[in-house]
């Protein structure tokens, strides 16, 4: 009697950073017909991130799909979570035999925080799950999958100095900031950026960012150009309601900070610094008031 080969399992496993970002500039253009807002905004990554593990195993007689953990016991482990519905819409858009695909997520970067730590995390193991299976994805077709899941998991995939427009899926590459140390402060509420954005159809915009400004400011290489262009009209909606806001950003101007700025739809404030000993003094500073306070750096 002759038995069939035994079939061999097999695993493999990667580890991708997944970055936080900061924007330097963020405007709201207009709505579109699907109620989606259009911006013009430059992004940028910094040093903060998230560890994303991957692994995925194949041969198994009972294949157990996709595995979700996390450090923070109370963040979702499910389809809430945008990391495992990149897992999910991978394997449906590549067709690739899905065996069993296991997720740890470290997290480090704060939630709903304006600072698109879930959509990193969806990137990541998009990332991951391109490189495990050898897809051969390009950078746009795995751009084209990510912008099914957010419109910033687009620009997470990509990271580095850019400009989002459309919905922030057009992206164009920008000449980096000059490196620079970064504080990151995220006062003890949550905002929702669905919300901020329905408000801001009803906020009438007297200035808008100097977008086309930043970019030529990233041209020159001139960080002091930069800082005195940091701009967001979501500040109009999230700091009006918030005081903490406009008090961490007075803090970090007066303690050494070049320039500060609320990131995306809020509530966390960065406040750029060229000198490293005010950035360490003034991020000690303030981690006595707020927990979620990070000494970072542009990448």
């Keep these: 009697m002759f038995f069939g080969k035994k079939q061999e399992i097999t695993h493999a496993e990667t580890t991708v950073c997944a970055r936080a970002k900061i924007n330097l ?11 989606y807002h259009t911006v013009r905004m430059v992004m940028q990554s910094v040093a903060l991130h998230d560890e994303v593990r991957v692994v995925v195993t194949q041969g198994e007689k009972k294949p157990r799909g996709i595995i979700l953990t996390c450090n923070l016991p109370y963040l979702p482990v499910d389809e809430r979570n945008l990391a495992f ?9 590549t067709g690739v035999l899905m065996g069993t695909c296991e997720i740890h997520i470290e997290k480090r970067i704060p939630i709903a925080a304006g600072l ?15 490189a495990l299976h050898a897809t051969g994805l390009t950078d746009d ?30 992206l164009t590459a920008l000449a980096p900031i000059p490196h620079c140390w970064v504080v990151l402060c995220k006062p003890p509420f949550a905002v929702s950026t669905k919300d901020v954005y329905r408000e801001m159809d009803a906020v009438d915009i007297k200035k808008r960012p100097d977008t086309a400004g930043m970019v030529k400011a990233l041209e020159k290489g001139d960080y002091n150009g930069v800082c005195k262009r940091l701009s967001n009209v979501m500040e109009l909606v999230t ?15 007066e303690n050494g ?7 995306g739809s809020g509530p966390t404030v960065f406040g750029l610094f060229s000198d ?22 542009t990448v």
Aim: net charge neutral.
């Design 116 to 130: 698109a730590g879930g959509s990193s995390d969806a990137a990541a193991v998009l990332r991951a799950l391109a």
């Design 25 to 35: 500039t963020l405007d709201v253009t207009g709505r579109r017909a699907d109620g």
């Design 85 to 93: 519905r990149a897992a999910e819409l991978f394997y449906k858009e």
């Design 239 to 253: 700091a009006t309601k918030r005081r903490q806001i406009g008090e961490i950003k007075a803090f970090l101007a």
């Design 276 to 297: 490293e000993g005010r950035a360490r003094t003034a991020a000690k500073m303030l981690s006595r008031r707020f927990a979620d306070t990070f000494l970072t750096e």
């Design 257 to 263: 900070a070049d320039g500060t700025l609320m990131s």
């Design 141 to 170: 077709e795995l751009c084209s999958i990510g912008l099914k899941l957010g419109a910033d998991v687009p620009y997470c995939l990509r990271g580095g100095t850019m400009l989002a427009e459309g919905i922030g899926e057009e």
